[in-house]
């Protein structure tokens, strides 16, 4: 699947370095398992939804699937990068100082972040082991409402 990736990339001088990540990745793909591809445009692409697009199209060719999904590093979130570099296989590298460049800021960004993640994940796993996830509402304040709209 790499060496597929790879193949593709060599044709897109836009893109800078790429990945292969998630369940094929980690060899946990399955019969209904999209391909992650993630990839870094240079500085000098504009117009990244337009070079995504027609790089999604070819890629999709040449893998022979539409179920592709194809992340586009330069505007991707804080935690979808550091899994991305964590996790992922490079399967294009085009520009190493680019590369390296991107994972050590992405570490730091995220390691500096981290510690107010755990905050958070502790506070949202404590209000659904309380039953107050989603609506915002605890369970009295819910069947009090329910209780007014039965006798309205």
């Not at 755990?118 to 404590?126: A, G, H, L, N, P």
Request: overall charge positive.
């Amino acid at each position: 699947m790499v060496e597929r990736i790879r193949r593709v990339l060599e044709g897109h001088p836009e893109v800078a370095f790429a990945y292969l990540f998630g369940s094929w990745a980690k060899g946990r793909q399955g019969p209904t398992s999209d391909i992650d591809v993630a990839v870094w445009f240079h500085e000098s692409v504009h117009d990244r939804l337009k070079a995504q697009l027609k790089l999604m199209g070819e890629l999709g060719a040449a893998l022979g699937t539409d179920n592709l999904d194809l992340v586009v590093l330069n505007d991707a979130t804080l935690s979808l990068r550091y899994i991305v570099q964590r996790d992922g296989i490079l399967a294009c590298e085009r520009d190493r100082r680019a590369r390296i460049a991107f994972e050590a800021r992405t570490r730091r960004e995220y390691w500096d972040f981290e510690p107010l993640l755990k905050v958070y994940r502790d506070f949202m796993r404590r209000r659904m082991e309380a039953g107050r996830y989603g609506t915002g509402l605890d369970r009295k304040v819910r069947k009090v409402r329910k209780g007014a709209a039965k006798a309205g």
